[in-house]
């Protein structure tokens, strides 16, 4: 038994570094999980998948078509044919085969090119979906990313917020044990309070959106919450990453790519169904093995005949049916066009926008670098004035909620920093 309780012991010691590690969540470890288990990165690869079978479909129009056929006739009662000679109507069974098999191939020829619009149409598909694919992985990181700063800044606040209420409780004590004593008022004791209240309400606020955070970075990498921790630090902005950062000349993300692709694979399609009023000329040749005399399968009666020739298919009239589908690929033909177009225009303001995001954040983050320490220093003075008697504690308290108030916008300029940061990976398409 103690032997068995010594391995059950070294075993857990053994297992316990591993299972800290497995709830301890990185930046690389959402990145991992996320290319791994989102729905949206496996949604863009099925449709790759499909759009590349989608081509092999198309190509297949170039090639001849193969068939096999046979029929085996278990009972019949065959047409019959009246002749007359001389005078006496005579009834013939018309001859049918009791058993035939068939091979036919059959090869279109000319049908206006749209076997080759249509092939087009799926090759720049296949390619979209490709870049899609590419553009849905690059997204997902930096989705990624920004949920799990955001989930960091959240947990920054919230200590900020219990420092704050904690404080506030202490001071709160110390103004009622001097109302106590007569050196406070009753004015001192309300304004603590009024103000703790406050604070309070948003610590709740600040408990609840580090919760939240986290389950959206969860949700975002497609796993279950299962008590994960989150490990790693606010990246520090700096200005002169994007200072001197042009728009390029050429569009490089991959989402634009796919649009214009897609715009290319519309007009291929326009350009195939329009083609519905060309004739469709193949060749093909068919051979026969039959049996016309007796009914089994195995016996010597079976004789062989083939054909070769040419085949012509105008469709003259069907409705409209083709009309209206060359009228749909037109409309979206229309469609693809004008939203590459729209993304396009989109595109150069999302560049400046997050660029002058990024550079106001790095300042704010720099402007409020210097008043931490500033109010660092002012606290530091009042609780030394405050302790010789010439400060009072409702001053102590305003320069410590001065210091938590730049503590917090210190916090939130990193955190939009690094929105701006990734929002303008985004709209260039690569990481900076």
């Known amino acids: ?23 301890t969540l990185s930046l690389a470890d959402s990145l991992n999980l996320a290319n791994g288990n989102s729905p949206q990165v496996k949604r863009a690869e099925a449709a790759k998948d499909e759009a590349s079978w989608r081509k092999v479909e198309a190509y297949s ?73 590419d553009w849905a992985k690059f997204q997902i990181n930096e989705e990624t990313k920004l949920k799990f700063y955001r989930a960091l800044a959240a947990i920054e606040l919230e200590k900020v917020s219990n420092q704050n209420v904690k404080t506030l409780e202490d001071h709160l004590d110390r103004a009622k044990a001097f109302r106590k004593s007569g050196a406070g008022t009753n004015f001192d004791v309300l304004r603590v309070e009024v103000q703790l209240n406050e604070a309070q309400s948003e610590k709740l606020n600040a408990e609840d959106n580090t919760i939240l955070s986290r389950q959206n970075l969860l949700v ?65 040749g068919q051979a026969d093995y039959y049996n016309n005399i007796s009914k089994g399968l195995t016996d010597q009666d079976f004789n062989n005949a083939y054909s070769v020739g040419v085949a012509m298919t105008w469709n003259i009239f069907d409705g409209f049916a083709s009309t209206a589908q060359s009228a749909q690929a037109d409309a979206r033909q229309v469609q693809a066009k004008e939203v590459t177009r729209q993304a396009k225009l989109k595109d150069s303001y999302d560049f400046d926008f997050w660029k002058r995001r990024y550079l106001y954040s790095a300042a704010l983050y720099k402007a409020k670098t210097v008043d931490v320490e500033k109010a660092q220093e002012s606290v530091r003075l009042a609780t030394q004035s405050f302790k010789a008697g010439t400060r009072t504690s409702s001053e102590v308290l305003d320069a410590e909620l001065d210091l938590f108030r730049a503590r917090a916008g210190l916090v939130n300029a990193q955190v939009n920093a690094a929105e701006a940061l990734v929002s303008l990976e985004l709209s260039l398409g690569k990481e900076l």
Request: glycine letters at 6%.
């Open 220 to 284: 975002g990498l497609g796993v279950e919450d299962g008590g994960q921790t989150l490990a790693g630090a606010l990246p520090i902005p700096d200005a002169q990453k994007v200072a001197n950062l042009k728009k390029p000349a050429k569009i490089e993300r991959l989402d634009y790519q796919a649009l214009t692709d897609r715009e290319l694979a519309a007009h291929k399609a326009w350009l195939a169904a329009y083609k519905h009023w060309v004739p469709r000329f193949s060749v093909f």
């Open 1 to 23: 038994m103690k032997k068995i309780k010594f391995a059950a012991a070294i075993t857990a010691l053994l297992c316990a570094p591993a299972a800290v590690q497995a709830e």
């Open 61 to 133: 129009q170039f090639l001849p078509r193969l068939t096999v056929s046979g029929s085996h006739l278990l009972d019949n009662k065959f047409m019959v044919e009246t002749l007359n000679f001389a005078g006496n109507p005579t009834t013939i069974e018309l001859i049918q085969p009791y058993t035939i098999w068939s091979a036919r191939a059959e090869w279109l020829v000319f049908d206006g090119l749209a076997n080759y619009d249509r092939y087009r149409s799926m090759t720049y598909g296949a390619n979209a979906a490709e870049k899609e694919a």
